[in-house]
């Protein structure tokens, strides 16, 4: 799990401009690091215009500083499926779990509150850390057929009975 000077947490709307400026982009890997990012920042506002999204941040202690963030709720383009929109951890915390740590928040949230076991994502195929963090979770993939540089993925969530 993440570090422990990292605690996740959901959104509040006093993490707005961190999340708005936050930063994530692999110099050199722009061209797939950096959609991610532009979906975290406008996370915020679709948020305040009524979108039904979830936000959880990696918040370093005791520094308040905002090191992880993920973006998941419905899909906006299948109804009914529940999809990971965009997730990011800044350059110098990488490695540490944090990704690992705001998947499992994101994917219990929405097993919980949602009810949908089947959690979708795309990642880009030169994404080796989320591919791997993905095979933990026992994801499926295949090729996006629509888009040939991504992985569709799909991960099933199992709640324990309390």
Same mark, same amino acid.
């Given at each position: 799990?993440?570090?422990?000077?990292?605690?996740?947490?959901?959104?509040?709307?006093?993490?707005?401009?961190?999340?708005?400026?936050?930063?994530?982009?692999?110099?050199?890997?722009?061209?797939?690091?950096?959609?991610?990012?532009?979906?975290?920042?406008?996370?915020?506002?679709?948020?305040?215009?009524?979108?039904?999204?979830?936000?959880?941040? #990696?918040?370093? @202690?005791?520094?308040?500083?905002?090191?992880?963030?993920? %973006?998941?709720?419905?899909? !906006? &383009?299948?109804?009914?499926?529940?999809?990971?929109?965009?997730?990011?951890?800044?350059?110098?915390?990488?490695?540490?779990?944090?990704?690992?740590?705001?998947?499992?928040?994101?994917?219990?949230?929405?097993?919980?509150?949602? #009810?949908?076991? @089947?959690?979708?994502?795309?990642?880009?195929?030169?994404? %080796?850390?989320?591919?791997? !963090? &993905?095979?933990?979770?026992?994801?499926?993939?295949?090729?996006?057929?629509?888009?040939?540089?991504?992985?569709?993925?799909?991960?099933?969530?199992?709640?324990?009975?309390?």
């Amino acid at each position: 799990m993440a570090a422990v000077d990292v605690v996740i947490r959901r959104y509040r709307e006093s993490d707005r401009e961190a999340v708005e400026t936050f930063k994530c982009v692999t110099p050199g890997e722009r061209h797939w690091t950096k959609p991610p990012e532009q979906c975290i920042r406008g996370a915020p506002a679709d948020i305040s215009d009524g979108a039904d999204a979830g936000l959880f941040v #990696g918040e370093e @202690s005791p520094s308040g500083r905002i090191v992880g963030i993920i %973006v998941f709720g419905p899909d !906006l &383009n299948v109804e009914g499926q529940y999809r990971i929109h965009a997730m990011g951890v800044v350059r110098d915390r990488r490695r540490e779990g944090i990704a690992t740590s705001l998947k499992y928040a994101a994917l219990t949230e929405i097993a919980a509150t949602a #009810g949908h076991q @089947s959690v979708f994502s795309d990642v880009h195929k030169n994404n %080796v850390a989320m591919i791997g !963090l &993905n095979d933990k979770l026992g994801a499926k993939k295949e090729l996006d057929p629509d888009h040939p540089a991504h992985f569709l993925s799909v991960v099933v969530v199992e709640l324990e009975d309390s």
